[in-house]
């Protein structure tokens, strides 16, 4: 089984802390994603990774950054969080030829 | 633009009572279409993949088709440990990294 893990289920921070949010994949996948879920928005991908240090803008990157240092890892970071990124963080890998993407269980982040 | 609308958005049905939720699409060429079911405060779990139209995929009491502009989650018998939110997906051909296009959602609520 594809088992993709988030560094924490509930998350509280205030107004402008820089704030980690870190994805684990163990099945050696080459491609990672970001999104953010909000209600009557649906899912939107933040950023995402082909391969180790390779990252491309998703639909909404702003105020994010993504790190990928080694390739089951995929870091999202909030440099200044803010409360209008308050919301349900997903992470989402997928191995190369093959177009299904496994997701982790999801942190709700809130910003106050 | 690639487009997903899924409908309807909330559906509530008795034990039992089978029926069908609907995704239709818009993309310039279909390399994929996906399911997958979220259960609140919970990731995505994926379900099927459907690639071309006439394409059938079956799994417990779900069944999944895809025609040329639309696919349709078919539930038959449903008990209440089918109540989630259905998510769709599609995949573009030209989409150069491969991303996907969500849908935002039908929640399902089978009552006993």
């Known amino acids: 089984d594809v088992k993709v893990t988030q560094s924490s289920r509930y998350l509280v921070k205030r107004t402008g802390e820089k704030v980690f949010l870190e994805c684990v994949q163990d099945?050696?996948?080459?491609?990672m994603f970001w999104y953010r879920q909000d209600p009557g928005l649906g899912l939107r991908l933040i950023y995402f990774?082909?391969?180790?240090?390779?990252?491309e803008k998703g639909d909404i990157p702003e105020g994010y950054s993504v790190s990928r240092e080694k390739k089951e890892r995929f870091s999202l970071i909030l440099e200044s969080a803010s409360t209008n990124q308050t919301s349900m963080y997903l992470c989402a890998s997928r191995p190369q030829g093959t177009y299904e993407q496994y997701f982790g269980p999801g942190t709700r982040l809130t910003v106050t | 633009e690639d487009q997903v609308t899924q409908s309807p958005e909330a559906l509530r049905l008795q034990e039992g009572e089978s029926s069908s939720l609907n995704c239709s699409y818009t993309?310039?060429?279909?390399?994929?279409l996906f399911w997958y079911r979220q259960d609140p405060g919970k990731g995505p779990e994926f379900l099927f993949t459907l690639y071309s139209a006439g394409e059938e995929k079956e799994k417990e009491r779900l069944k999944a088709t895809l025609t040329k502009k639309e696919s349709f989650l078919h539930i038959t018998a449903p008990k209440p440990e089918d109540s989630a939110t259905y998510l769709c997906a599609v995949q573009d051909e030209n989409s150069g990294y491969s991303t996907l296009t969500f849908g935002k959602g039908t929640m399902l609520l089978v009552s006993p």
């Open positions: 993309v310039s060429g279909l390399r994929g």
């Open positions: 990774s082909y391969d180790v240090k390779m990252k």
């Open positions: 099945m050696d996948h080459e491609n």
